[in-house]
């Protein structure tokens, strides 16, 4: 296992509910071992060129970089937002093993 084959995904979501059912089907088809969702941020953004202030969820996903393509599919079609914000950076330590666990749980 290479550090450069794991990624964390950011996502954030409208709500931590729409964010737990958004992350089960991730996990369930494999496309990430584990999503640590913050229930509540504030976001402050630029929007159609109004400044935003609004409280939202945010999902930590853990997965492989071979997946980011699908998650961002995903995300573009499942979100409720015109333009999903979808973050990948990648991992650059990891404990061996959970890195491992990590590749196994994403596995198809």
Known sequence: MSDSDLVDVTISGPDEEWLVEFTRRLVDDRLAACG???????????????????SE????????????????????TEHPDEVPQVVAVPVVGVNPAYGEWILTETTN
């Open 36 to 54: 640590n969702i913050h229930p509540e941020v504030r976001s402050i953004y630029r929007w159609e060129g109004e400044v935003e202030d609004a």
């Open 57 to 76: 969820a945010v999902v930590v996903l853990h997965t492989r970089a071979a997946h980011i393509a699908a998650i961002i599919e995903r995300a573009n």
